[in-house]
Antibody
């Protein structure tokens, strides 16, 4: 079955860089892309961006452009998200999620499978 | 960017009752690229409905979605105890990719 296993909780200093991983298994890795989504305390879901596991193409939320980089490693079937210049507002639970993919002849970006989430706390 | 507005913010109902949740878009959602998710504390969100009305794998048929254009609805026909959670709608546009979520509706036990 499809599984996405994320790296563990992090406590980060303001100004630091964060890297999270998302290990995928149970399906053909390069067939789908990944979104990263975060949820700050008491807030809703925020889409951060997307990376193709097929060719590495990316799309990033405009609010994070320049601070975020998303990559995949096909040899280890792992997706990565790096977020730089952390501030306290980056404190959140971060999720990776795999696309639903092809439905009715179109590739779709619904989020079908999710990792368990990683709590990131940014504090001095 | 398409803004999704969900209503009500909180819905208080009893098990066995019918729940109707609304998601309104600031502009038309192309090809009904609209999904609904259930989110419980401490768990990952779960995809319920995609394409406005198609149930995802293993989702019970008490969950149904409808709508098009700018107005979408998630209906839970008879609430089970495990259905009390937060529900989000989500849409995407694909060139360039932009995904947005509604702010959520909290479905609580009355």
């Amino acid at each position: 079955q499809v599984q996405l296993v994320q790296s563990g909780a992090e406590v980060m200093q303001p100004g630091a860089s964060l890297q999270l991983s998302c290990k995928a298994s149970g399906y053909a890795f390069t067939t789908y892309g990944f979104s990263w989504v975060r949820q700050a305390p008491g807030q809703g879901l925020e889409w951060m961006g997307w990376v193709s596991a097929y060719n590495g193409n990316t799309y990033y939320a405009q609010t994070l452009q320049g601070r975020v980089t998303m990559t995949t490693d096909t040899s280890t079937t792992t997706a990565y998200m790096e977020l730089r210049s952390l501030v306290s507002d980056d404190t959140a639970v971060y999720y990776c999620a795999r696309d639903l993919g092809w439905t009715s002849g179109s590739y779709t970006y619904y989020l079908h499978h999710w990792g368990q989430g990683t709590l990131v706390t940014v504090s001095s | 960017e398409i803004v999704l507005t969900q209503s009500p913010g909180t819905l208080s109902l009893s098990p066995g009752e019918r729940a109707t949740l609304s998601c309104r878009a600031s502009q038309s959602v192309s090809s009904s690229y609209l999904a609904w998710y259930q989110h419980k504390p401490g768990q990952a969100p779960r995809l319920l409905i995609y394409g406005a009305s198609s149930r995802a794998t293993d989702i019970p048929d008490r969950f149904s979605g409808s709508g098009s254009g700018t107005d979408f609805t998630l209906t839970i026909s008879r609430l089970e105890p495990e259905d009390f959670a937060v529900y989000f709608c989500q849409q995407f546009v694909s060139s360039p990719l932009r995904i947005t979520f509604g702010q959520g509706t909290r479905l609580e036990i009355k």
